[in-house]
């Protein structure tokens, strides 16, 4: 099956500083990769996602990356803000799995 | 945008007794919904996928008599925990694939369950 790996699990920035989350996938099929945000207490919100056929997407200030060959994407808040602090999770998707697989989580905290 | 509603958010209940949670889809068909578990800083673990009018598929090592879910219509699943234990206690939340969307998915906003 899937493994996906998250990296750091942990991350401390200042207000205006970028922060980049990594995560790494194991399945060659896996072609749709999803952020979640989950703020405490609350269910996970998508934020930005990017299928196999394209390498880097942008939604303002976050973008993501997809390197297919090394089985790697990764997530970059720019410009972040005390809003920013949540934890925020990968995942992989392959086209014929019902599920998703997720990564642990990174805790992101922006200090104003 | 897709919202899949999810109640209660937070319940209290004794050791032994059951309890309900809730996930309804509020502006879309949801013919599959998936239930997470969640334990305190670590990520979502699935706990079974139900479509709508057929059993429940559990992922392995998850109690099918004790989480009993039901989706019995397009807009409705539920996740009952029966005789629940401390040890029960924990995050649920639940995902809805999003029509037309083959990777789109709607969560709920998490139910907290503590049993005493």
């Known amino acids: 099956g899937e493994n996906v790996e998250q990296h750091p699990s942990t991350l401390s920035v200042q207000e205006g500083d970028s922060a980049v989350i990594k995560c790494t996938y194991s399945d060659s099929a896996s072609n749709y990769f999803p952020w979640y945000k989950q703020e405490l207490g609350k269910g996970p919100q998508l934020i930005i996602d990017?299928?196999?056929?394209?390498g880097e997407k942008k939604d303002q200030r976050i973008a993501v990356t997809l390197n297919k060959t090394a089985k790697h994407f990764s997530l970059h808040i720019t410009e972040t803000q005390p809003e920013d602090s949540a934890v925020y999770f990968c995942a992989a998707k392959a086209t014929n799995a019902g599920k998703s697989t997720f990564g642990d989580g990174t805790t992101l905290t922006v200090k104003p | 945008g897709a919202v899949v509603s999810q109640h209660p958010s937070r319940v209290i209940c004794k050791s032994g007794t059951s309890v309900k949670i809730e996930c309804r889809s509020l502006d879309f068909q949801a013919t599959t919904m998936f239930w997470y578990r969640q334990f305190p800083k670590q990520s979502l673990m699935l706990m079974a996928t139900?479509?709508?009018?057929?059993?429940?598929?559990?992922e392995q090592g998850v109690e099918k008599d004790k989480f009993l879910i039901n989706h019995a219509s397009l807009t409705l699943s539920t996740l009952t925990v029966t005789s629940a234990h401390p040890e029960d206690s924990s995050f649920y939340i639940c995902s809805a694939r999003v029509p037309g969307q083959p990777y789109g998915y709607t969560f709920g906003s998490g139910t907290r369950l503590t049993v005493v």
């Open positions: 139900s479509n709508e009018g057929s059993k429940a598929t559990y």
């Open positions: 990017i299928r196999s056929n394209v």
